[in-house]
């Protein structure tokens, strides 16, 4: 797997995912894990559908 998210946008990923996660433990809902996947997509800098999309932003 290529690197396609920059450290700027993998930041961001992390943070959202975080902020996702932490809602979804506050209001009890499995919404929550919904933030995994940028928090997966910021840690690894891969991100599938930037390679569909064709998007390189590392």
């Known amino acids: 797997m290529n690197c396609n ?4 946008e993998q ?5 959202v995912g975080v902020s996702i996660l932490l809602l979804g433990l506050r209001n009890k809902s499995w919404w ?3 933030g995994l ?10 991100c599938p559908l930037n390679t569909a999309l064709r998007i390189d932003n590392c």
């Not at 998210?5 to 700027?8: A, D, P």
């Not at 930041?11 to 943070?15: G, L, M, T, V």
């Open 5 to 8: 998210v920059g450290k700027t």
């Open 11 to 15: 930041i961001i990923r992390i943070s």
């Open 32 to 34: 929550g894990l919904a």
């Open 37 to 46: 996947a940028p928090i997966l997509t910021g840690t690894t800098r891969y």
